[in-house]
């Protein structure tokens, strides 16, 4: 399987798209400024107490208030307390906890109300990002993620993850994290750990204790509810959880951007290094790699499958339902049972690929064509379960039920992805009206006029529908050479596809958009 990342950063933020085999199967975005990602930790400031739902809201900076559930305070939430207070006051002055006493473990079933009161300060770390109308969901059992471990805090407890089978590996992992982890501190082995050495399990332990000394240091001069310590961006995060082998290029087409992800490719996987590349064309890089029209067919209401079937994707405020349609497939019209299992096959692995792209969460129901007996049913619910394998996200999969409905519950950290695969109509902009057409180019004059005259901007791009574009470059005397003329500037024209036909848009010299 052959990898690729194509990350696209624009002044509102960064696109990366996760390419295997050419196919798109993820599309993450990170906004500029997003202060709530997963793993960033804040100096919370309790607001309210709710014992009814055993839980809190917390002030963490954002327009609604945190929620803070019991059974995601940790069990060593009173040393984490107990360590703020110190901290805040002054006398706390070891950077890791070789001489803090923990305390007791909390009682699981207990109420919050008897560790939290209103006003507190207690440390906390985004688990989901905001949602809709509801604000960030937090936990303070506090953890920091590496490459190959995660360090957690008032802990000395050392896991292993599931997917490492063999028991002489693990035992030889926990050795070497038992000699190297510092007092006070569980450490979690991640998969990719399996047939790594002492010195690269000690390097990312030693990043994440630092990360951990440089918490302990901002923790005494942050305000409430401002972010103390700041997750990696986007790109890294997912560079750190699934670089490997597989991977052949990582294009950039930003050079800071560029420079920060193949300082980091160096440290964690310095043979990887020569795949980090500047993208340097001029075509948009998503358009160059066939991204965009990727994007634009697989988001919608209805996605087509190759074979003629096709998915219809409802979206609810409580779940997500997908249905399977055979379409015009007649591949044997003799064997109904062989077509069906057929048809809910391409599904299959073409709804294990949606739910990673839209990053669907919470519920996910799925009506498959009828399949009448049992073997079939059992090879289809395999199928999905191996196509699902591919999943980052914690989720599980109930068996189908005798409607014929498969369920899944899939872990939901952040927003869904939602992009409109439907364009504007081009006569009337989506009003209803139609505004002529033969005025567009007055449009164009009279803003370009007043952007350069009364804004006095210097390099000005013009960004129009491609049919546009050649209208205004069209002949020897073009529109163009007359604006060339007339305010002996040269204009740039960019066609761009996804412009319905009089749509336009000013950029500057940094590429920003003109507001008119």
Request: glycine share 6%.
């Amino acid at each position: 399987m052959v990898k690729e990342l194509i990350i696209d950063s624009t002044p509102n933020g960064v696109t990366i798209a996760l390419l295997q085999d050419k196919q798109l199967v993820e599309l993450n975005k990170e906004h500029v400024n997003n202060n709530y990602a997963v793993g960033d930790i804040y100096l919370g400031r309790i607001k309210k107490i709710m014992p009814g739902l055993n839980a809190a809201f917390v002030d963490v900076g954002y327009e609604k208030d945190a929620f803070l559930h019991y059974l995601d305070l940790g069990p060593q939430v009173q040393s984490l307390i107990k360590l703020t207070k110190l901290v805040k006051n002054g006398s706390y002055k070891d950077k890791l906890l070789d001489s803090f006493k923990l305390e007791e473990d909390i009682n699981k079933a207990g109420k919050i109300s008897s560790v939290l009161n209103k006003n507190m300060l207690i440390p906390v770390q985004i688990a989901k990002e905001p949602i809709s109308t509801k604000g960030p969901r937090l936990s303070s059992d506090l953890s920091i993620a590496g490459r190959f471990v995660v360090l957690v805090p008032f802990s000395n407890v050392i896991s292993i993850s599931k997917k490492i089978k063999s028991n002489a590996e693990r035992n030889r992992l926990k050795k070497i994290v038992e000699s190297i982890k510092p007092k006070n501190f569980g450490v979690i082995i991640r998969t990719v750990s399996e047939g790594k050495g002492v010195s690269e399990l000690q390097k990312d332990l030693l990043d994440l204790i630092s990360k951990w000394e440089t918490f302990a240091k901002k923790l005494f001069r942050t305000e409430p509810s401002k972010r103390v310590l700041g997750e990696m961006g986007r790109a890294s995060t997912i560079l750190r959880d699934i670089l490997n082998a597989d991977f052949t290029n990582i294009h950039v087409n930003d050079q800071n951007i560029y420079e920060e992800i193949k300082s980091y490719v160096r440290d964690i996987s310095p043979e990887l290094e020569r795949i980090v590349k500047l993208y340097k064309y001029k075509e948009p890089i998503f358009e160059h790699f066939g991204v965009e029209k990727q994007i634009k067919a697989s988001f919608g209401k209805t996605v087509n499958l190759p074979g003629g079937a096709y998915l219809v994707v409802e979206h609810t405020e409580a779940l997500h339902v997908i249905d399977v349609n055979s379409g015009n497939r007649t591949a044997n019209p003799q064997n109904q049972e062989e077509n069906a299992l057929q048809v809910n096959k391409e599904a299959a692995r073409e709804i294990a690929r949606q739910l990673r792209l839209r990053d669907m969460g919470g519920i996910v129901v799925i009506d498959f064509i009828d399949l009448r007996k049992p073997n079939n049913r059992k090879e289809l619910f395999d199928f999905l379960k191996e196509q699902m394998d591919l999943d980052r996200a914690k989720h599980t999969i109930l068996p189908p039920s005798k409607f014929g409905l498969v369920q899944i519950t899939r872990q939901r950290v952040r927003p869904e992805m939602n992009i409109i695969t439907s364009e504007k109509c081009p006569a009337c902009d989506g009003t209803g009206e139609i505004k002529a057409s033969i005025v567009l180019m007055d449009d164009i004059e009279n803003n370009l006029d007043y952007i350069l005259n009364e804004q006095n901007e210097k390099n000005v791009t013009l960004c129009v529908h491609p049919y546009i574009e050649s209208y205004i470059k069209k002949g020897i005397f073009s529109r163009q050479w007359k604006w060339f003329f007339n305010y002996s500037k040269w204009i740039k024209v960019k066609g761009l596809p996804s412009y319905y036909l009089t749509e336009f848009h000013f950029l500057n010299s940094k590429e920003e958009e003109i507001k008119l």
